[in-house]
């Protein structure tokens, strides 16, 4: 090859290129740039991976959700023994009093974390006295007093609250005697103003005085060591629910034989604590379904059931068994409810009479109810009362009609053939 052809192929080679790309006819117009499917294809990857993580996401949100629903729902639930299921209950509670403090549930008004909290330290206040015989005096009136206490930080905002529903609904039974009346307004505007933001303050004192929500949490790393009776029965609660019935009967009692408007009032409101401790207790015991929706046994359910020889004619007298045991203890705790709501009532007015007369003592003027007013009000409130008195002590002698131990044998009737239609 002569020198000159060799100079040339070099410098074809060479010439406007890096030393590491392909010749000149390298590249053909079929060959498209290997970028773009790259791009495609971990573009593709990415999405993916982000509707993999969405749907694990998703899955554990909905999990977390179902436990949550399961561990703050105030009853043994179906297949549940008696130690787990308080233990549960009691740390559901706790969670739902120290969420409301912290306010991780957004979308409430301050009002309504205060009722809820209020209700969630009452449900536990119930609870412990359910479980004090296993605690211990020394250990139940420790958390007794904190949870006493807890409540008593929100107390102010609640009564508040009360007052002004309570006044309202007094003026819609009786809007021709009440509503039109000047001093009545005032009263009102009064109480509304009061109410107005004393949710909100109750919460703040409540999530930073003496430590509450450090107490609440302290107690529920307490409570989740708490070894208590894992036994399929009730009989480990019994003596508690005994004392709970009794202590019932006891008041209603007293509250029949008090003379005067104060000592009565009083009595009923002692009584009606007792009748609220028995409305959570019964609803404690009223078991819940593992899961309404589906309506599916489980396959432990079926192999105990298969084990038992549970056959057609047993089961259907089994169920029939827990549904009338369940009925029992259903009406027990419903009974309760509408009782206690008869007696909340009463105090309520009992507090609202003792505002009214108030008024007359704090000098506030014009803006105070005049004599009329008020006289009108003490009148509508003793009406009230009277009427709400008798049915109280009818629904009393109804609710309590049965001895201690007759209560405990329906009850723990009611329990057995809840296991029994387990099989």
């Known amino acids: 090859m002569m020198r000159a052809e060799w100079t040339a192929i070099r410098r074809r080679l060479s010439v406007r290129r890096t030393a590491h790309g392909p010749p000149w006819g390298g590249r053909k117009a079929r060959h498209g740039s290997i970028v773009a499917p790259l791009a495609a294809t ?53 969670d739902i009093a120290i969420e409301m403090l912290e306010d991780s549930k957004r979308g409430l008004s301050p009002e309504q974390r205060v009722h809820e909290a209020r209700k969630a330290l009452k449900r536990l206040r119930a609870l412990l006295r359910l479980v004090q015989d296993e605690l211990g005096d020394a250990t139940y009136e420790r958390e007794h007093e904190l949870v006493r206490r807890c409540g008593t930080q929100l107390a102010k905002a609640r009564d508040a609250e009360v007052l002004l529903a309570t006044l309202d609904g007094l003026i819609a039974r009786e809007p021709k005697q009440l509503g039109a009346r000047g001093g009545v307004r005032r009263l009102r505007a009064r109480l509304q103003s009061e109410r107005d933001g004393a949710a909100a303050l109750a919460l703040a004192e409540s999530a930073t005085h003496a430590g509450v929500l450090g107490d609440l949490r302290a107690m529920r790393v307490r409570v989740s060591t708490w070894e208590l009776a894992d036994e399929a029965g009730i009989e480990a609660i019994e003596p508690a629910l005994r004392r709970v019935y009794s202590k019932g ?17 009083r009595k009923l409101h002692e009584w009606r604590k007792r009748v609220k401790d028995l409305r959570y207790t019964a609803e404690v015991l009223e078991r819940a379904q593992a ?10 359910d079926n192999a105990n059931r298969d084990k038992h020889g549970a056959g057609k004619h047993g089961s259907k007298r089994a169920r029939k068994q827990a549904r009338a045991g369940a009925a029992f203890v259903h009406e027990l705790a419903k009974r309760a409810d509408d009782l206690g709501e008869v007696l ?3 105090h309520d007015l009992a507090v609202l009479a003792e505002r009214v007369r108030a008024e007359a003592k704090r000098g506030n003027g014009s803006r105070a109810p005049g004599a009329g007013a008020r006289k009108a009000l003490l009148k509508a409130i003793a009406r009230r009362r009277k009427r709400l008195r008798g049915r109280a002590l009818r629904d009393g002698k109804r609710l309590y009609a049965r001895e201690p131990k007759q209560l405990l044998r329906r009850v723990r009737a009611a329990q057995a053939a809840a296991r029994l239609s387990r099989r």
């Open 249 to 265: 009967r006891r008041r209603m009692r007293r509250a029949k034989r008090a003379r005067g408007d104060r000592a009565r009032g």
């Open 291 to 300: 899961d309404k929706r589906s309506g599916k046994r489980s396959s432990a």
């Open 344 to 346: 909340g009532e009463e």
């Open 42 to 94: 971990v573009a593709a990857t990415v999405a993916v991976g982000v509707g993999v993580a969405l749907a694990r996401a998703e899955r554990e949100r909905r999990s977390r959700s179902g436990r949550r629903d399961r561990d703050g729902r105030f009853a043994l639930i179906e297949g549940e023994r008696l130690g787990a299921g308080l233990r549960r209950i009691a740390l559901g509670q706790l």
